[in-house]
């Protein structure tokens, strides 16, 4: 049973650009969380997507937008980035919408210029 | 505005003695609530959680006590062992399903 995996591990952007991050599922899981995580802070949730449908957001802009696909990886992408969202961004998955069950996968870090 | 506060950043502790993690929520629809260990490199993984019906829950060296009317809880680890050292998030949510609010952490050392 492969963990969850996210790509790249780091990555250096300017600023105004556009970044898509990936998170592969662990085996058998149908949700995927988002977080944010900036220097000395818990992570904050984004968004969760359950079964291909966004189930919940938290206070992000619209430019962070996400994608699950049928496998039930995940896409988070981020337009027009700003020198704050340099942060790791972190998924997790799990079966159900328990957070108890959810498992993270060990980020990628984001630095924006 | 800080819903979830871990207001000590650091804590030492000596291998086989008590390790006390305090967390503080000032939302009061938060009725669930988890603690995650984090080491570097790695993602956070789920340590024990506890919901507001009761005051404590334990597993193994882990207890977790929630005060409501305080609305504080904290992580006891008995006895703390060089391996625990890691930075603890406490999580809290207000239902099952509602996001998930995070505190900054606390790094945690175990001295040998």
């Known amino acids: 049973e492969t963990g969850v995996t996210q790509s790249p591990t780091h990555l250096i952007k300017t600023r105004g650009q556009q970044v898509t991050l990936r998170c592969s599922s662990q085996s058998g899981h149908n949700t995927v969380s988002w977080y944010q995580q900036a220097l000395g802070q818990g992570p904050q949730f984004i968004f969760q997507y359950y079964r291909e449908e966004e189930n919940g957001r938290g206070n992000f802009p619209p430019r962070f937008s996400g994608l699950q696909f049928p496998n039930y990886s995940s896409e988070l992408n981020v337009n027009a980035l700003e020198l704050d969202d340099s942060a790791l961004y972190l998924c997790?998955?799990?079966f159900g919408t328990g957070w108890e069950t959810q498992y993270f996968g060990p980020g990628t870090r984001l630095l924006v210029l | 505005d800080q819903q979830v506060k871990q207001n000590s950043p650091s804590l030492s502790v000596q291998e086989g003695r008590i390790s006390i993690l305090n967390c503080d929520y000032t939302n009061s629809m938060f009725d669930y609530f988890l603690w995650y260990k984090k080491y570097p490199a790695e993602g956070p993984t789920f340590l024990i959680s506890?919901?507001?019906?009761?005051d404590k829950n334990e597993d193994g060296r882990f207890t977790v006590f929630l005060n409501k009317s305080a609305k504080h809880l904290s992580l006891h680890i008995v006895p703390s062992q060089p391996g625990d050292s890691a930075v603890y998030f406490c999580a809290a949510s207000a239902g099952a399903n509602s996001k998930l609010t995070f505190g900054k952490g606390i790094t945690l050392s175990v001295r040998p």
């Open positions: 997790a998955s799990s």
């Open positions: 506890i919901s507001s019906i009761k």
